[in-house]
Every structure is written in structure tokens, then in C-alpha cells.
């Protein structure tokens, strides 16, 4: 059974940046795709950000400001987020989607395996 974990949410001030680790064990970070999802208070789950092994997406709402990455080495995907803004508060789930090769954001019934979640609280 994969394990998903997510880290490094906090509390961060309009403008502020945060990163998203998501580790995976046991299994090599290749034979998957990662999803980057959250979900407001009071609305749906959205798509973020994705990263597969032919592709890498964003939602418009964070493209230019989230950058996705990977270390395969630390079977960790990064979620590096930049001059946050309130609609950006919520909590962050990760997850895999084994053996996909062109990720989506929108396809969330793809991802078998899903973390926790990490709460990210934009705020002055």
C-alpha cells in the first residue's frame, strides 16, 4: 500500500510564500503521477497542480505563481507557492495516481492514494 504524506503547511501573510512536501513510500516516485488538490471552507476540492512523467499542469488561478517539482532521489514533489493571496487559504491534500503518464487536475477519480492534508492559512 502507498503511503502519501503531505508537510509544510502553516500560516503565511498575503504576498508570503509557502512549499507543499509530499512524500510517497515505499514505492519509486516514477511509477506514479502526483496531484496537488485543496479544498476552501464551504467548497469543493480543486485541482492545483500535477506532475507526471509527460506533463505538468496548473489551474489558472495558480499558474505564474506555483511551481511543481520533484526529487525522485527523496520520492518527494514540491509545491513551491508564491505572492499568496487569501483564495489561496484551504487545506492541501496530495496524491498518486499510479502508472499515469500525463497527469490531469481534473481527473481526480485517477488518484488511488491520497494524503492527510496540510492546512495553508493565507492571512495579515
Known amino acids: 500500500q502507498l503511503q502519501v504524506v503531505e508537510s509544510g503547511g502553516g500560516l503565511v501573510q498575503p504576498g508570503g510564500s509557502l512549499t507543499l512536501n509530499c512524500t510517497i513510500s515505499?514505492?519509486?516516485?516514477?511509477?506514479?503521477?502526483i496531484g496537488w488538490f485543496r479544498q476552501a471552507p464551504g467548497k469543493e476540492r480543486e485541482g492545483i497542480s500535477c506532475?507526471?512523467?509527460?506533463?505538468?499542469n496548473y489551474r489558472d488561478s495558480v499558474r505564474g505563481r506555483f511551481t511543481i517539482s520533484s526529487d525522485n532521489v527523496k520520492n518527494t514533489v514540491y509545491l513551491q507557492m508564491e505572492n499568496l493571496n487569501a483564495n489561496d487559504t484551504g487545506t492541501y491534500y496530495c496524491?498518486?495516481?499510479?502508472?499515469?503518464?500525463?497527469?490531469?487536475?481534473?481527473?481526480?477519480?485517477?488518484?488511488?492514494?491520497w494524503g492527510q492534508g496540510t492546512q495553508v492559512t493565507v492571512s495579515s
Open positions: 496524491a498518486a495516481a499510479h502508472d499515469v503518464y500525463y497527469c490531469s487536475i481534473f481527473r481526480d477519480f485517477e488518484y488511488n492514494f
Open positions: 506532475f507526471g512523467r509527460g506533463s505538468r
Open positions: 515505499p514505492f519509486p516516485l516514477n511509477n506514479y503521477a
